[in-house]
């Protein structure tokens, strides 16, 4: 079975320009988590889709970040525009119904200079 | 709200054991994970703890305590490639099934 997809795994781009992220789940799974994760530290969430709804988007920067998760199954992930400190790995996983174990994707490490 | 402690870094020597705790606060406890993290890679399972007591998986086990807030991943016959971040993350059914992690523990095995 595979796991969770992310793309793409590696992004530098310059302060105020636009990026986006793509996540695909584990086919099935209902439950989807954007997570911020700097250096040191452990994963933030962001943002958590049940099936299509954003069900707990509380820490997400609404201002400059926006998330969509289509027909409840791939979702992609927006910063516009990203500043300097953006720069992080954002990992996206997936659990078969909230609260459940989360698998996650390797991530997409962004370099904003 | 929401506390979760654990030590910052640790260091072991191949072949021996170690434990690595991890202590929280939460209103809506009903879970505790275990992940583990290589560096430049994403976190993957371990262990899940919602009852008291110990599970053992291999070399890896887990315990939890709901009354002191306490758990701990004990790991055996230590190798090389358990050097690693080890995450402890709550379960929050106060808040709709959050799963809150904490800032992981880098555990360095030394030959």
């Known amino acids: 079975e595979a796991g969770v997809v992310q793309s793409p795994r590696y992004k530098i781009i310059e302060k105020k320009q636009p990026v986006a992220f793509w996540c695909n789940p584990i086919?099935?799974?209902?439950?989807l988590y954007w997570y911020l994760q700097n250096l040191g530290q452990g994963p933030e969430l962001l943002i958590r889709y049940e099936n299509e709804e954003a069900v707990d988007d509380s820490q997400l920067p609404k201002d400059r970040f926006s998330a969509e998760r289509l027909k409840g199954v791939d979702s992609t992930l927006k910063i516009q525009p990203a500043e300097l400190g953006d720069s992080a790995v954002y990992l996206c996983?997936?659990?078969?119904?909230?609260?459940?174990?989360?698998?996650f994707g390797p991530g997409t490490r962004l370099t904003v200079l | 709200g929401q506390n979760i402690d654990q030590p910052t870094e640790m260091t072991a020597t191949e072949g021996a054991i170690v434990q690595i705790n991890c202590t929280y606060q939460?209103?809506?406890?009903?879970?505790l994970f275990w992940y583990q993290q290589h560096a430049g890679e994403a976190p993957t399972f371990l262990s899940y703890?919602?009852?008291?007591g110990l599970e053992e998986k291999g070399r890896f086990s887990s315990f939890l305590s709901r009354s002191k807030g306490y758990s701990y991943l004990l790991l055996k016959e230590l190798q090389m490639k358990d050097s690693a971040s080890y995450l402890c993350?709550?379960?929050?059914?106060?808040?709709?099934?959050?799963?809150?992690f904490g800032s992981g523990t880098r555990l360095s095995i030394r030959p």
């Open positions: 993350a709550v379960r929050d059914d106060s808040s709709a099934s959050k799963i809150i």
């Open positions: 703890n919602v009852l008291d």
């Open positions: 939460t209103s809506g406890f009903n879970g």
């Open positions: 996983a997936s659990s078969s119904h909230k609260g459940d174990t989360q698998y």
């Open positions: 086919s099935g799974h209902n439950t």
